[in-house]
């Protein structure tokens, strides 16, 4: 059996990163030049560490899925950013955003990492401040901060609903700056489709040209993915339409562990779907809780009528109104993380409570906010989500509470990866949403941002070095060797097994039936007997997509159906692997609640004896099923309790 | 309340940059109002594949307002007709039954047409590099309190920022000029102290490419900002030119 070797630094949580960065091997100026690195993705994670390689004096090879680096799924990211700043002084630190994180995860998540992240993100401020990010400010000029969920600090940094694109706008500005310089050449509308391993180093990419079809192959000592998550498996999800784990898969079938795959994040407060022919769902941002109050009706027959049409939500007296966060949890009330808060709106929906036609929504209420502060202020806030909300749902939330539901919305789990982002396939790094590392069960909010930053700006361009300066000597590869013939024509080969097909069923119908089946019976609460029926259902699924999809056109062309049909295929075995890593996990943490485990008042419980470990699957073949490996997790520095939020 | 509307399309087709397109027309039924433009056309799409026709193909990714990839002349009007929205914004009840729905490509001689809906906008990536950033690398950068920067000086730097690069300015304008997404990053760099230092070789940069790449000119047509998804607003043609005379004074 492998052994998992996370190279944590040894010494003192606080000093580990300085000890690692103190001691690490690096690579001379004149060397950078020699040295290739290929870049999947231009989201934060992505453009971040392009640029920062690129201004290093790498040669980089960046490459994205949209027509425009600045395009990256990550533009849409609303709330904020987390920085342990304590600007409001009102008592962070580094240590209590460790902690939060920690906590947030649900001792799920590897302390020297997340300590590291922590630490970098003063770091990732003041860089983007330097960039001309426009963050929202005080009167008097300095950086204003707002609250997120799991948190009773202020330390969120934001540009009005927009934090994503903005702080994205300054990675891609510093990357169309690498690229004028020449250090960094951008590849768009490119699908990756393979990672190359040569004497088991990844050493390339085989890349689809979506304009053409085209087949393209690229070498160089180092690739790193930063694709993004996986939540599209779900098919709905608030996801771009472009998000995948392709890259993922096909990493792990070359030999990366995949980990934790079932930790998924379903994000409480989403606008509720409304139709079959609905292609995503939209997220009203966490930072709305911060100003508007969740409630149900507390009486079944003021529901019943609602759902009816016979009642409008403005009409229920304030003490029918059952605000259930603030009920249940006292102390953080609205601003619990998102795991309880999504879990709480569904045990309200499920007992009949809910609203909307459908019943699967609960109220986002702004009118004591309005009333407290007035509607200007509010509008300050969040008038571009209210904006939204109008466009899409037709209903003023200025006048009426906003509707929500659950949805998914974020993957923690991903590819493993060491304390130095590296896989376990030497040369092959995962940074961003992509990798596993920092989040454990449960993500809080404005964490991914800083994350995705953290790892692009201030960590990958340290750790990568450790790696390359071994690399110095080697030449730079032809893409001719039979390495890339073999994994050029095994693409091909897929791509026309695909296309000759020709069933019946269109890729969206399949793809949309995948997506019942995880929501169904591997989505918000899980049963050994849920994920028993899925595992069963997604092999028949499988079996549907691989007899009977229809992909028209060919495959050197402009083929936007055989790449949906591609990704689909990828979603489909990680699908697999979210509920063979869910049934393996017998209890219930962060995102992961198996109904089985929970308190009496219906709170996830934990089994820290048994589980407090990674789970790192290892791919044994088609038709095999993977095998996992445990990396430990042993809190040293902190002690490991049930989460509270009550008091 | 949603209903069912029935609709005409007519949809531009066309292979290629060098081929010749054409409009080929649909009819949808029963398309429920709280469908989005862009749900329309899936479904219109799932259709075609069904009768094993090629889809259209069309940009688009976020699906909410943000990323800029969605595009898309719906009669006559970059982003349709509806102001402050973009294609992927646009919901099936602003049109009635029995509608006849034009949608055509961007037209503009920088934005060549890659298949029927979908066009390159590789141009306005090729003017951001020209000088569309503050020169900073990563690390070593002072405290971001260090600089007091005023709420008013933020937020306009803010409304300037919030452009997403769609491209429908340059769309809309019939000289094809760029000048709205120039001057809204120019604007946004120049307002702030950080950017100051730069702004008037930025301008001169930026201008210098656009002109390159066979944008035409801005003659205050103000088509670009009535069109502008994002309400980019024509003060920023403004400053841009502003920051521009500086630049070519101190030639
Ligand atoms: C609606 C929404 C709001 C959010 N709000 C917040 C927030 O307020 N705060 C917060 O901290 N987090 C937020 N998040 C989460 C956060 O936005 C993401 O986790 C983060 O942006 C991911 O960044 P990334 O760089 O890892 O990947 P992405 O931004 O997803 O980028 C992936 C990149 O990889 C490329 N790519 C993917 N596959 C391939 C392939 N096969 N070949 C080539 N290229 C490929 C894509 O083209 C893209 O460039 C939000 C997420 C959503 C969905
Ligand atoms: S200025 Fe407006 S229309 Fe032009 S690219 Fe920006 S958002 Fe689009
Ligand atoms: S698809 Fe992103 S803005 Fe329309």
């Not at chain 1, 308190?599 to 996830?604: L, R, S, V």
């Not at chain 1, 789970?615 to 088609?622: A, L, V």
Request: proline fraction near 4%; charged fraction near 25%; aromatic fraction near 8%.
């Amino acid at each position: 059996m492998s052994t998992i070797d996370s190279k944590i630094p040894k010494g003192p949580l606080a000093e580990k990163w300085t000890n690692y960065k103190n001691t690490q091997k690096l690579v001379n100026p004149a060397n950078k030049r020699r040295l290739d690195i290929i870049v999947i993705g231009t989201g934060l994670a992505g453009a971040s560490a392009a640029a920062t390689l690129g201004e290093l004096g790498f040669n980089v090879l960046n490459f994205c899925m949209q027509d425009s680096p600045r395009r990256a799924h990550s533009i849409a990211a609303q709330g904020g950013i987390n920085a342990a700043k304590n600007y409001q002084n009102d008592g962070d630190s580094i240590y209590r955003l460790f902690y939060d994180t920690i906590k947030g995860g649900d001792y799920r998540a590897r302390e020297a990492n997340v300590y590291r992240l922590a630490e970098v993100s003063n770091n990732i401020i003041d860089q983007c401040v330097a960039q001309g990010v426009p963050f929202a400010r005080e009167y008097g000029g300095t950086l204003a901060n707002r609250s997120f969920g799991g948190a009773q600090v202020s330390r969120t940094f934001y540009a009005k609903g927009q934090t994503g694109q903005q702080l994205l706008l300054g990675a891609y500005s510093a990357l169309s700056r690498q690229i004028q310089k020449g250090s960094v050449k951008e590849y768009t509308r490119r699908e990756v489709l393979d990672i190359v391993l040569i004497d088991g180093r990844a050493r390339g990419v085989i890349v689809r040209n979506m304009t053409n079809g085209k087949i393209e192959r690229y070498a160089a000592h180092a690739v790193v993915m930063a694709t993004g998550g996986y939540g599209n498996a779900y098919f709905l999800s608030t996801n771009a339409m472009h998000s995948n784990g392709s890259v993922a898969i096909q990493a792990y079938r070359k030999g990366a562990y995949f980990a934790n795959p079932c930790y998924v994040q379903i994000h409480p407060t989403c606008i509720p779907v409304h139709g079959d022919y609905q292609s995503k769902l939209t997220l009203m941002s966490e930072s709305l809780r911060n100003d508007g109050r969740i409630w149900v009706p507390k009486k079944k027959e003021d529901a019943e009528a609602i759902r009816a049409g016979k009642l409008k939500p403005t009409q229920i007296k304030e003490e029918d109104r059952d605000y259930y966060l603030e009920r249940r949890y006292p102390a953080f009330g609205n601003l619990v993380p998102r795991d309880v808060a999504s879990r709480a709106a569904k045990e309200r929906c499920d007992a009949g409570y809910g609203v909307a036609p459908s019943g699967l929504a609960v109220y986002l209420d702004f009118s004591e906010a309005i009333n407290r502060l007035g509607k200007d202020a509010i509008k300050a806030k969040y008038g571009n989500l209210f904006q939204m909300y109008e466009k899409i749902a037709d209903e003023n939330p200025y006048e009426t509470p906003m509707m929500i539901y659950p949805a998914i919305h974020y993957t923690m789990g991903g590819i493993w990866v060491d304390y130095e982002l590296q896989t376990s396939i030497p040369g092959l790094f995962a940074i961003g949403e992509c990798n596993f590392s920092d989040h454990g069960a449960n993500r809080l909010g404005a964490s991914a941002l800083m994350q995705g930053l953290a790892d692009g700006y201030f960590v990958l361009p340290y750790t990568i070095q450790n790696y390359l300066s071994d690399q110095i000597q080697v030449p730079r590869f032809s893409v001719d060797t039979p390495e890339f013939e073999e994994a050029e024509r095994s693409v091909v080969e897929k791509e026309n097994r695909i296309l000759n097909i020709q069933g019946h069923r269109t890729v969206d119908s399949i793809h949309k039936d995948l997506g019942h089946i995880m929501w169904e019976y591997v989505g918000m609460g899980r049963t050994k007997e849920s994920l028993e029926t899925a595992i069963e259902k997604l092999k028949d699924l499988k079996k549907e997509f691989w007899s009977n999809v229809y992909v028209p056109g060919k495959v050197e062309d402009l083929n936007i159906e055989l790449g949906k049909a591609l990704r689909l295929a990828d979603f489909i075995e990680i699908g697999e692997l979210i509920a063979h890593d869910a049934l393996n996990r017998n209890e219930s943490c962060g995102g992961h609640f198996r109904e089985e485990y929970q308190t009496p008042e219906g709170e996830a419980l934990r089994q820290d004896e048994e589980y407090s470990y990674v789970s790192c699957w290892k791919y044994t073949g088609e038709g095999s099923a993977p095998e996992l490996l445990k990396e430990p997790l042993d809190y040293e520095f902190t002690e490991r309790k049930t989460r509270n939020y009550k008091n | 309340m949603a209903k069912s509307i029935n609709i005409t399309l007519k949809v531009w087709r066309q292979k290629d940059a060098k081929s010749k397109g054409h409009f080929e027309t649909y009819h949808l039924e029963n398309i429920s109002t709280d469908s989005s433009f862009l749900e329309m056309l899936d479904i219109l799409n799932e259709k075609l594949v069904d009768e094993h026709k090629e889809p259209i193909a069309f940009d688009h990714d976020c699906r909410e307002g943000i990323c800029g990839m969605c595009s898309l002349y719906i009669n006559g009007h970059p982003h349709g007709y509806e102001s402050e929205v973009t294609t992927c914004q646009l919901h099936m009840r602003k049109f009635k039954d029995g509608d006849v729905i034009t949608v055509e490509p961007w037209r503009s001689r920088a934005f060549p047409v890659i298949r029927d809906l979908m066009v390159d906008r590789g141009a306005y990536d090729k003017i951001m590099q020209a000088g569309g950033y503050i020169s900073v690398n990563t690390g070593g950068t002072p405290d971001a309190n260090a600089i007091p920067i005023s709420k008013e000086i933020a937020d306009e730097a803010m409304d300037a920022a919030t452009c997403i690069g769609c491209g429908a300015c340059a769309a809309a304008c019939k000289n094809g000029s760029a000048m709205l997404f120039v001057s809204a990053k120019v604007s946004q760099l120049a307002l702030l102290p950080q950017g100051k230092l730069e702004a008037a070789r930025r301008a001169k940069a930026m201008v210098a490419k656009m002109d390159e790449l066979g944008f035409g000119n801005c003659t205050n047509t103000g088509a670009c900002a009535a069109e502008c998804p994002k309400s980019i607003s024509l003060s920023n043609i403004a400053r841009l030119n502003r920051e521009f005379l500086c630049a070519k004074l101190k030639d």
